[in-house]
């Protein structure tokens, strides 16, 4: 119900009749570990060339919890083998990306692959883990990987463009020739929406949106792409798209109770409705006045929850 939020709540309001009167009520909602952590792939596959360096770092996949709060803090842990090891980097939006390090060369003449298991643990009690197999083929050539000109690519885009439209562009660049200095582009471990939503091509990088963009929605994507070249080697980089709020949503006035007839000798004050408007845009797009229109003895109040209330004047 509360989806990725560490805190969550529901209010409503409650209506006491004769006399009417108005309370505001706020549950709030906690989280349980009822989700275990989970990787997108069940393989993960790495190419490493024999000549590459110790102290190397690859991107591993990252696993998602659907918990929130300390049940989706996730931990990983690494088969235990004398030539890799396994690091955190630190992304943003407080995130880890769990990396690979090479510690020490590669022989491709003595072993030409190997297998690994990444495990992530979430912090609930009891714990729940997930798994993903790493699978390493050490290659001959190609010692040069794509670089991206950013680490983190960021763009402001309105909600309600076009499919279509141009986000933003990246680039990487790789020193190697031919084949091995081709680079394609692609989504990394990104989430179901961001594939709905936009649309990365392969030869020039443009992200492009590919769905509608709703501000009320969501107000922020941040997601992984992938530059690898023709040899297999990759890099990543983040994106952050921050969709602008338009004003597309017009306030909608609901009369949640009604006192009819109201007696003649009803005392100035007294309720006669309870009314909900509500603007789902945010800011100033957001922000509503009432008024009344016509000639009646009655005029606009405020509840106690801050509905807007008819009471005679």
Known sequence: MCGESETCSVSFE???????????????????????????????????????????????????????????????????????????????????QPELVLEGVLDREKQSSFELVLTAVDGGEPSRSGTIQVRITVADLNDNPPVFSKTLYEARVAENLPAGSLVLQVRATDADVGSNGQVSYSFGDVPDDVLLLFNIDSDSGEVTTAGPLDFEEKSKYIFGLEARDGGGLTSHCQVQIYIMDENDNAPEITILSLSSPVPEDAPTGTVVALLKVRDRDSGENGQVMCELSGEAPLSIAASSGGSPVFVTD
């Open 14 to 96: 409650a209506l006491v009749h004769n006399p009417l009167n108005v309370f505001h009520v706020e549950v709030s909602l906690e989280d349980v570990n009822d989700n275990a952590p989970s990787f997108r792939k069940a393989v993960l596959d790495l190419e490493i060339g024999e000549w590459t360096l110790a102290g190397a770092r690859f991107p591993l996949e990252m696993a998602r919890d659907a918990d929130a709060g300390s049940n989706s803090l996730l931990s990983y842990q690494l088969t235990s083998n004398p030539s890799f090891s396994l690091a955190l980097k630190e992304n943003p939006g407080a995130s880890k």
